[in-house]
Nanobody, 124 residues
Framework: DVQLVESGGGSVQTGGSLRLSCAGSGYSYNNHCMGWFRQYPGKEREGVAARDVDGTTRYVDSVKGRFTISQDNAKNTVYLQMNDLKLEDTAMYYC???????????????????WGQGTQVTVS
């Protein structure tokens, strides 16, 4: 079974940094596009960052220049480095995976097959 487990969330002051990790098992990052999403209470999940198999990265405009997605294939782990955090970054963050070649926009949650349980980020 495919499993994704996020960690690294927590509470931080505005302007601070956090690094989220997502450890995967049951598949290889080498042939999956990985994404980070966030969800505000009562809202749909929003795509934050994605990294395709060829290394191409995409970010939602609100995090460009502040967040960085990266991965360590040897550890089957994807990261989201979040700097200069703002109040509006407070949300539940999820990592997700979809097979290489899957269609649809990489920041659209509907195009992902596998999800982690989420990790809370609170900025105050």
């Amino acid at each position: 079974d495919v499993q994704l487990v996020e960690s690294g969330g927590g509470s931080v002051q505005t302007g601070g940094s956090l690094r989220l990790s997502c450890a995967g098992s049951g598949y290889s990052y080498n042939n999956h596009c990985m994404g980070w999403f966030r969800q505000y209470p009562g809202k749909e999940r929003e795509g934050v960052a994605a990294r395709d198999v060829d290394g191409t990265t995409r970010y939602v405009d609100s995090v460009k220049g502040r967040f960085t997605i990266s991965q360590d294939n040897a550890k089957n782990t994807v990261y989201l480095q979040m700097n200069d955090l703002k109040l509006e970054d407070t949300a539940m963050y999820y990592c997700a995976a979809r097979p290489e070649g899957a269609s649809g926009w990489v920041l659209d949650s509907e195009n992902y097959s596998y999800w982690g349980q989420g990790t809370q980020v609170t900025v105050s």
